[in-house]
């Protein structure tokens, strides 16, 4: 027996279901700024900048140069 199940209430169970569906990773990018939650391929499509407080995020060079190369018509 462990320390947690001797501290815990009889009455509390342990979630030990593999039902359990997980989230995958880098779907969410939170923003240093105002600390929002923004979904990834939106912040993507705005060009790496935070819809709600208007920060500009650090992007790489690579991803800079692809941007000035695609212009809409």
Do not use: Q
């Not at 593999?18 to 939106?42: F, I, N």
């Not at 499509?45 to 208007?54: G, L, M, S």
């Amino acid at each position: 027996m462990s320390w947690i199940d001797k501290i815990l209430p009889s009455g509390v169970k342990k979630d030990e279901s593999p039902s359990r569906t997980s989230v995958p990773e880098g779907l969410w990018k939170k923003c240093v700024k105002c600390e929002a939650v923004l979904y990834k391929a939106d912040l993507e499509r705005n060009a790496e900048v935070c819809p709600k407080c208007d920060h500009h995020m650090r992007i790489g060079a690579r991803r800079r140069l692809d941007m000035f190369g695609s212009r809409p018509d």
